[in-house]
């Protein structure tokens, strides 16, 4: 079992925050509060890691006195009381906030009503031309409540879904909050998916109401989605309106409704009280195995766990600026408009993240003034490679903190986002994020007041009693296990849609440990409290009973400047054997010889594991991904073991489906060549 680098092997933090910046956080003052008002543990003064780990153990020993004082200190409105904070616990089921009532929208809009802030800007959008357009408070909760009459007087009641085929722009925020407001279930993919990959998603929530573009612009281009649009309105027959949003200038099509005839019509804000386990949205899986799935979050679970993730760890406030580079189709889209809810401006942008060069998120981080700047952990190693320097080059000077996910920030990248901001003579907390569709928040991740060590996440979450376990289910440390959470947490799914006995939510998560939450990763827990991903555990390499995560190997692979990027795959042998190739997508120019294969061996073999070293090292036009821009692992491991294409992977998931072919034709050729021996 491969073990997490000790501590003295990484004495000194990469960063750690000064005094100030501790006893002015969120999360510090919050814990002075509680103490007082809900028995959680003391700050210990001048020991900020003592301070955290006390009072995570107490909000995970003791969860609904941690909720509670959650909902008390963000000023949770709820318009009937609950009965107690946490009836049936079991997982799944459980029950939070049983008898209560509140609406997700009005507490996302309640800035607009103070009058110093209600005209200042909400929303801050942008696209590839860098201009930016702001939206007020007050505008925004005008709009929300001019559409939420709207969308009433269309006959949409609490429970309908309604559904958004929309980029990242203003109208999506709106469209979303004024569906909350009603008491609708918001649902939504991005312009970017294809007719059947919609389909695939809207169909199983049959929407009564489908926001719609003509099209978008990406990478310099327009692109014409009203063929796609027809599709979706002819295979969606429960939809009773259709709401035209014409980004690219188009004619409003027959039979459909204009944006503008939908929210100018002024109307007071009325937010229809739901329970709290009441759905907000659906999410998906990624699906690339079998039809999405069709995750259902609650209203109240996800305003407590973003006050909690996006006030508390994040330390956002009303004087913060939150640019998160994400499309309307991934979670974190879900999570960025959650922003909203502690005052903060958010930022929309809708284009590439490489148009016009590398550099094009650093320049709307710089013309936003962002505070916050989230992005992917590969956005951060393309920069790395191509050698920018946005902190020299750009005035960066307001960024505090820049977040990353979507896949481990290998330990380069956590040093070039160091070294880059110090050569703009800036202090940069560097929060690696890890988490889930499957909770739409983080696990483990962002705690302002502790320090930062290269290539972990700081801590778990408050309220998230994160573990490693062994495949015996004992927790370890310093050892590489399963991700567990062996609490509940408030945004877990309420159920998936049409899953009627639960059968398949509790497979997903709760067949290996009954009860326990079991996500699918790889993580160390390390005995300074921070946690590293290694990556899926279904798609983990195991050699001779040593486990490693495909992450370590694409980190240590990628570092080597002719590799694009790379695909590992473990494949169990029937005969017992085990074959472990590595796809390596070249950089321009660069020549997969055996000088650069041995190469490649050296170093995993010098920096990870001489059992890991792969035993064919080949050249692929690509790699492919799903369309959040995931890896695609397991569907090709799938491949390589023989599986049909179209019962290996959902087409519609995937970003590039003719690269695929070029996955089977490897596992055909080497099938035709073990037959060829066993002749």
């Excluded at 201009?131 to 559409?147: F, K, T």
Aim: with cysteine.
């Amino acid at each position: 079992m491969t073990t997490a680098p000790s501590p003295a092997q990484q004495p000194t933090p990469l960063w750690q925050p000064g005094p100030d910046r501790i006893e002015g956080a969120q999360v510090t003052r919050f814990q002075t509060w509680a103490a007082t008002h809900h028995g959680a543990p003391a700050v210990t003064p001048g020991d900020p890691q003592r301070s955290y780990t006390d009072l995570h153990r107490w909000s995970t020993d003791e969860l609904p006195a941690f909720w509670q004082a959650v909902a008390e200190w963000f000023d949770v409105r709820f318009a009937t009381p609950y009965d107690t904070v946490l009836g049936d616990r079991s997982m799944p089921g459980a029950h939070w906030f049983p008898g209560a009532t509140l609406n997700y929208a009005e507490h996302a809009l309640r800035t607009a009503d103070d009058p110093a802030r209600a005209a200042t800007p909400a929303l801050l959008h942008t696209d590839e031309s860098q201009e930016i357009a702001p939206v007020s408070w007050a505008d925004l909760r005008d709009q929300v409540a001019s559409l939420a009459a709207a969308l009433r007087d269309l006959g949409v009641r609490p429970g309908d879904r309604i559904s958004g085929y929309l980029p990242n722009i203003p109208q999506a925020v709106v469209a979303f909050l004024a569906t909350a407001a009603v008491g609708a279930v918001w649902t939504s993919c991005a312009p970017d998916f294809g007719a059947r990959s919609v389909l695939d998603r809207f169909q199983q929530v049959e929407p009564v109401v489908l926001f719609t573009v003509d099209g978008y612009r990406y990478g310099g281009k327009e692109h014409d989605r009203r063929a796609t649009v027809t599709e979706l309105r002819a295979e969606l027959p429960t939809l009773r309106a259709v709401v035209h949003i014409p980004l690219l200038g188009t004619d409003t099509p027959e039979a459909a409704l204009t944006w503008s005839d939908l929210t100018t019509n002024a109307a007071e804000p009325a937010y229809e009280q739901v329970p709290f386990d009441h759905p907000l949205w659906v999410l998906y899986s990624s699906g690339t195995t079998g039809l999405p799935k069709a995750i259902v979050q609650s209203q109240g679970g996800i305003l407590l766990e973003h006050l909690k993730q996006l006030g508390l760890h994040c330390d956002l406030g009303p004087d913060d600026r939150f640019f998160w580079y994400t499309s309307t189709g991934w979670m974190m889209w879900n999570f960025l408009v959650g922003g909203l809810l502690t005052g903060t401006t958010i930022v929309l942008y809708d284009g590439s993240p490489g148009h016009p060069d590398v550099a094009a998120q650093w320049r709307i981080a710089e013309a936003t003034r962002a505070t916050l700047f989230g992005t992917s952990a590969a956005y951060v190693m393309a920069c790395r490679k191509v050698g920018i320097h946005p902190a020299r080059d750009l005035d960066l000077s307001t960024i505090g903190c820049v977040a990353t996910t979507g896949s481990p920030l290998p330990p380069d990248g956590f040093r070039w986002l160091h070294d880059t901001f110090r050569e703009g003579g800036g202090d940069l907390w560097i929060a690696s994020v890890s988490g889930g569709t499957d909770v739409c928040s983080c696990f483990a991740g962002a705690v302002p007041t502790l320090p930062v060590h290269i290539g972990e996440l700081q801590a778990p979450g408050l309220g998230t009693d994160l573990q490693a376990w062994d495949p015996q289910g004992h927790p370890v440390i310093d050892e590489v296990g399963e991700l567990v959470v062996t609490n509940p947490m408030p945004s877990m799914p309420v159920r998936f849609w049409n899953d009627p006995d639960g059968s398949r939510y509790h497979d997903s998560y709760f067949d290996t440990y009954p009860g326990v939450w079991r996500h699918g990763d790889w993580i160390t827990r390390t005995s300074r409290g921070g946690v590293i991903i290694h990556g899926r555990s279904d798609s983990t390499l195991n050699r001779q009973g040593v486990r490693m995560g495909s992450s370590d190997i694409y980190e240590a692979v990628e570092r080597l400047p002719e590799i694009r990027e790379s695909l590992v795959i473990g494949l169990e042998l029937p005969d017992g054997g085990y074959w472990m190739p590595l796809f390596v997508h070249l950089a321009p120019g660069a020549v997969l010889d055996d000088a650069l294969r041995d190469r490649i061996k050296r170093t995993l073999r010098t920096e990870l594991s001489p059992r890991h070293v792969p035993d064919d090292i080949i050249e692929a036009p690509g790699i492919p991904h799903t369309l959040t821009g995931k890896r695609i692992e397991v569907p090709v491991k799938r491949l390589l073991q023989g599986t049909p294409l179209d019962k290996a992977v959902n087409p519609g998931s995937v970003d590039d489906l003719p690269l695929l072919h070029f996955y089977e034709r490897i596992a055909a050729d080497r099938r035709a060549r073990n037959d060829d021996r066993a002749q």
